[in-house]
């Protein structure tokens, strides 16, 4: 993290002058919010484009607007919760933006961000960029370990920090207004390559008399002692050493991957999750990196600048 970032932080669950918030969108993940607000005590005015979703949290407080610009002018902090950028752009077209505070909790990447940013900056608008690290039943919820990675205005963050540290922790990762997806979309893509190894497992063992059940602790266990692992990895990075404290190298790991293949092969599973990154290990051994750790496959994907 930068000097910018600090440990995700929660507010208490309510605030001394209770915050207006004008919430677009009440899908799940936009009820969860609203509902959190709620009950801290926050007046919310809730807008959705399918408007029976909206009144369900009208029993609960919330006041229902008609249109996207009814919501917008009831209150200065505005909370985005849709389904990607185009719809913020529809949902915010016509709708008077000067003075308010921008929070879009929408999922997008970081150029969107950035030209959301510039979008909303030509509009009279303060502008925050978010990434929820959460889903649904997790927001609101005391000691879920939920939070939410913000980027943009450092100075829209501070003064409604205690408001959108209700539904969920905060994080706040910088000025620049992509880093919050970014941040987001590089946690995301981690998981997706863990789900992929877990899924292999699992179907190596699937034809066994293994039960599921039993091994997932295994598993659990074995991913929980290998994942402190990224911390050499980004000491690699910054020094841009990849020998640097190496425990088993690209040479021996190659080699290894021999006998994962074999024993997928034995058990009748398909290797296409695994081979797209062994075959980054073997261009990167063919290169004369056989001493190096993995990280430098990193160099495949994304060459340093210079």
Same mark, same amino acid.
């Given at each position: 993290?930068?000097?910018?970032?600090?440990?995700?932080?929660?507010?208490?669950?309510?605030?001394?002058?209770?915050?207006?918030?004008?919430?677009?969108?009440?899908?799940?993940?936009?009820?969860?919010?609203?509902?959190?607000?709620?009950?801290?005590?926050?007046?919310?005015?809730?807008?959705?484009?399918?408007?029976?979703?909206?009144?369900?949290?009208?029993?609960?407080?919330?006041?229902?607007?008609?249109?996207?610009?009814?919501?917008?002018?009831?209150?200065?902090?505005?909370?985005?919760?849709?389904?990607?950028?185009?719809?913020?752009?529809?949902?915010?077209?016509?709708?008077?933006?000067?003075?308010?505070?921008?929070?879009?909790?929408?999922?997008?990447?970081?150029?969107?961000? #950035?030209?959301?940013?510039?979008?909303?900056?030509?509009?009279?608008?303060?502008?925050?960029?978010?990434?929820?690290?959460?889903?649904?039943?997790?927001?609101?919820?005391?000691?879920?370990?939920?939070?939410?990675?913000?980027?943009?205005?450092?100075?829209?963050?501070?003064?409604?920090?205690?408001?959108?540290?209700?539904?969920?922790?905060?994080?706040?990762?910088?000025?620049?207004?992509?880093?919050?997806?970014?941040?987001?979309?590089?946690?995301?893509?981690?998981?997706?390559?863990?789900?992929?190894?877990?899924?292999?497992?699992?179907?190596?063992? #699937?034809?066994?008399?293994?039960?599921?059940?039993?091994?997932?602790?295994?598993?659990?266990?074995?991913?929980?002692?290998?994942?402190?692992?990224?911390?050499?990895?980004?000491?690699?990075?910054?020094?841009?050493?990849?020998?640097?404290?190496?425990?088993?190298?690209?040479?021996?790991?190659?080699?290894?991957?021999?006998?994962?293949? #074999?024993?997928?092969?034995?058990?009748?599973?398909?290797?296409?999750?695994?081979?797209?990154?062994?075959?980054?290990?073997?261009? #990167?051994?063919?290169?004369?990196?056989?001493?190096?750790?993995?990280?430098?496959?990193?160099?495949?994907?994304?060459?340093?600048?210079?």
């Amino acid at each position: 993290m930068n000097d910018n970032t600090s440990s995700p932080t929660t507010a208490p669950v309510s605030t001394a002058i209770p915050t207006p918030v004008t919430l677009l969108g009440a899908g799940a993940m936009g009820t969860a919010l609203a509902r959190a607000w709620l009950a801290a005590g926050h007046p919310v005015t809730v807008w959705n484009r399918t408007p029976v979703r909206a009144e369900r949290l009208a029993a609960e407080g919330a006041v229902v607007a008609a249109s996207p610009a009814e919501a917008v002018a009831a209150g200065r902090l505005v909370v985005l919760c849709l389904l990607d950028d185009a719809s913020v752009g529809e949902a915010l077209d016509g709708a008077d933006l000067t003075g308010r505070d921008l929070v879009n909790l929408t999922t997008g990447t970081p150029a969107e961000g #950035r030209k959301r940013a510039a979008w909303a900056a030509e509009r009279g608008a303060r502008f925050l960029d978010g990434g929820i690290m959460a889903v649904p039943p997790m927001i609101g919820a005391a000691d879920s370990g939920g939070y939410v990675f913000y980027s943009g205005s450092s100075e829209l963050f501070e003064e409604h920090r205690a408001t959108l540290a209700v539904p969920a922790g905060t994080e706040y990762v910088g000025a620049d207004p992509g880093f919050a997806a970014l941040h987001d979309v590089a946690l995301l893509s981690a998981m997706s390559g863990m789900f992929a190894g877990v899924l292999h497992a699992f179907a190596l063992i #699937r034809r066994e008399d293994i039960a599921p059940g039993d091994f997932a602790p295994l598993l659990v266990s074995w991913l929980g002692a290998m994942a402190p692992m990224a911390h050499q990895t980004a000491a690699q990075l910054e020094s841009g050493d990849f020998t640097k404290g190496v425990v088993s190298n690209l040479a021996m790991q190659v080699a290894g991957n021999a006998t994962l293949l #074999r024993t997928a092969e034995e058990q009748g599973v398909s290797p296409e999750l695994l081979t797209p990154y062994m075959s980054l290990m073997e261009r #990167r051994l063919a290169d004369g990196h056989g001493e190096e750790d993995t990280t430098g496959v990193v160099e495949l994907l994304a060459p340093r600048k210079g």
